[in-house]
């Protein structure tokens, strides 16, 4: 790729530092030659949070160390930077948000709100594209509960595919799918799980039908793998290409770069139409595509574009911020402590994945990847980039740099950063080969049956991830298209896949929040000696009560409905399907705990979540985990021994 003169120069800045101190005062010449696209106000990194007193023309540079005790969302150096920063502070720290009697706006005003009436509902559907996903990212290997169960004998290779996903929240009408995307999120924390010293070779397949996302994903594993920036800056810059509305100048120029280098100066279009691409790492490993080229096209569209940042942030908040989604903002809020309330508001309005404090004049360029040709948000409305991690790790991440839990998505910020170095880290040290394509689910296992794809012309898997694709296909079709390319020589070999949608295909769905389930709760509660008392505060504000729909919205966490989930496997005719093609669903599971709130290795008469009220709040409130959803696991199994196939979980 052709460096500007800017690069350069930091390369003769580096050189002359290194003279100048020696070679023990530094980590590496890497870590010399920045690019200029840390989220610093000077360009550089920020591996731990600085101290607030910003402005918009000058920043302390710092560490933060004293927490302000009123929001406890940014931290100073000192007193005296605490004293300066008051009055710009104080309209963030005063805010109504941050106080422990808030109630949302619907409360206030004495009305209902909207989002309980169905005129309103249907217009939640709108048409975006899912780029940050809302299920934590997972660990598809599970090596301890697997292939490492036996003992510590050497991992072999692995090959791993990840076919792609459905998804269904933007549609009532269940038959009718939408394809959308897998993300990167289960391919880092896979890989990231791998034993440092794993000597094997892996070969992944990530495949999805979206070609904004599937070249999104090349772009981004380009920027973080390639050689160039320092793994820090790389996993800095990239963490904003995955979430911020806005870059910096530096960052900007430099995606733009990678675009031409990958797309416009070294791309094969081959006579079938379709666009191939070798790319090397920062390791042996190297990333390759295979796609229809016409699906560059849109690509190449959103950054020839020339929108400026203000028409682009005035797009987004036009989503982010629409008055007419205030009550169902507010609803999400009126569950969060105050200053996870501040902090997701600062984030609305901004667009900026960082620290709550940091300033943030350095972004001046839209991030083309979350906006139309024509400047158009294209994130959900009600997308969350929180509902992708793990919330009890982003806290931990944070806390590692400086950052106080209560700025929840400033613990984002690095816990993000912390897993993109980590996985940049591994491609660099570990043997690891990355297949990107963008097929249809079903072609895609047919073309990998005929050898289309030699990387895998053995057709032989140790994971298929098909996520939910079991909800737009059936059960049947997905076993039949991915169960001949499971790897029978590994007897920890699995398909994994999650259903979102099954409940509501029963006659007897799950509990979901509305008017009249809440009826039905007040009207059982007054029936209960003595609960009623707890619960008078609460029914006094009858439909309009935050926490009443916080209490109906959580049932389903609490409703044993393996009845209900085992009907919609007979209806499935799950295992006659698996038996037919030498596979059984695990009574067991080993990769995922088969219901959110129920740890991998929980007793099998554990059929509800068992937390404590901060994991609950970690993993339903703020981390909004699918309450419905359920897990499914299936493994190859002998002919002789397939009629004893367990398919109850």
Request: one cysteine or more; aromatic letters at 10%; hydrophobic letters at 35%.
């Amino acid at each position: 790729m052709v460096a500007k003169p800017q690069w350069y120069n930091a390369v003769l800045a580096g050189f002359r530092k290194l003279r100048d101190h020696g070679a023990d005062r530094v980590e590496s010449l890497e870590s010399l030659m920045s690019f200029g696209m840390g989220s610093a106000p000077n360009g550089g990194t920020v591996s731990h949070l600085m101290c607030g007193n910003t402005t918009h023309a000058r920043s302390c540079s710092k560490q933060g160390s004293y927490d302000c005790t009123r929001c406890h969302l940014i931290k100073y150096c000192s007193e005296k930077c605490k004293a300066q920063h008051w009055p710009r502070h104080r309209p963030r720290c005063t805010h109504r948000y941050l106080d422990a009697t808030w109630q949302p706006s619907w409360v206030t005003e004495g009305r209902d709100p909207t989002f309980l009436y169905p005129s309103y509902t249907l217009t939640l559907f709108r048409q975006s594209v899912d780029f940050w996903g809302d299920l934590p990212a997972m660990d598809c290997l599970q090596l301890p509960t697997n292939e490492e169960i036996n003992g510590p004998e050497p991992l072999g290779d692995l090959k791993l595919c990840f076919a792609g996903k459905y998804d269904i929240r933007f549609y009532i009408d269940y038959t009718q799918l939408a394809a959308a995307s897998g993300d990167l999120r289960n391919l880092i924390r896979t890989i990231n799980s791998l034993p440092s010293d794993y000597a094997g070779y892996c070969d992944i397949l990530l495949n999805d039908t979206n070609p904004v996302l599937v070249n999104r994903n090349l772009v981004i594993l380009f920027v973080l793998l390639s050689s160039g920036p320092s793994l820090e800056e790389a996993a800095e810059f990239s963490t904003h290409l995955m979430y911020s509305a806005a870059l910096s100048k530096e960052g900007a120029e430099y995606v733009q770069r990678c675009i031409e280098f990958i797309y416009e100066s070294g791309g094969e279009f081959e006579a079938d139409l379709s666009f191939h691409r070798c790319l090397d790492t920062r390791g042996e490993g190297k990333v390759y595509s295979v796609q229809p080229s016409a699906g560059i096209r849109r690509l190449l569209e959103m950054f020839h574009s020339t929108y400026p940042l203000s028409s682009a942030l005035r797009s987004m908040k036009e989503t982010t911020l629409a008055p007419d989604r205030l009550d169902l903002r507010e609803k999400y809020f009126a569950g969060l402590h105050p200053s996870h309330r501040m902090a997701f508001k600062r984030f609305r309005e901004s667009g900026i994945l960082v620290p709550f404090s940091l300033n943030t004049a350095k972004f001046t360029e839209p991030n083309r990847f979350l906006f139309s040709p024509q400047g158009t948000w294209m994130v959900p409305e009600d997308a969350n980039p929180l509902f992708g991690w793990d919330v009890a790790g982003v806290k931990s991440s944070g806390m590692r740099h400086g950052a106080s839990p209560e700025d929840i998505l400033g613990c984002l910020f690095f816990h993000v950063k912390d897993e993109l170095r980590e996985f940049a880290k591994r491609i660099k040290e570990l043997r690891i080969d990355i297949h990107v394509t963008s097929f249809d689910a079903g072609i895609l296992a047919k073309g990998i049956t005929i050898g289309a794809l030699p990387a895998f012309e053995d057709a032989s898997f140790d994971r298929i991830v098909t996520s939910n694709l079991v909800d737009s296909i059936g059960l049947r079709a997905c076993l039949a298209d991915w169960g001949p390319l499971l790897n029978r020589e590994n007897s920890s070999a699995s398909i994994l896949m999650h259903s979102k949608a099954w409940h509501t295909r029963q006659s007897h769905p799950t509990a979901q929040w509305g008017p009249h389930a809440m009826k039905v709760l007040m009207e059982k509660c007054h029936k209960i000696p003595g609960l009623e008392v707890k619960m008078r505060a609460v029914f006094a504000q009858g439909l309009r009560s935050p926490a009443l729909f916080r209490i109906v919205e959580s049932i389903d966490a609490w409703t044993e409905d393996e009845g209900a989930f085992q009907d919609y496997l007979t209806d499935q005719d799950t295992d006659r399907s698996a038996t037919a093609l030498d596979l059984r669903l695990r009574s067991t599971p080993q990769v995922h705990p088969r219901r959110f709130g129920i740890p991998l290795n929980a007793p099998p008469w554990q059929k509800l979540p068992d937390l404590s009220s901060n994991e609950f709040y970690d993993l339903f409130t703020i981390g909004g985990a699918n309450l419905p959803v359920r897990f499914l696991e299936f493994e190859g199994v002998d002919v002789a021994t397939s009629s004893d196939c367990a398919t109850s979980f």
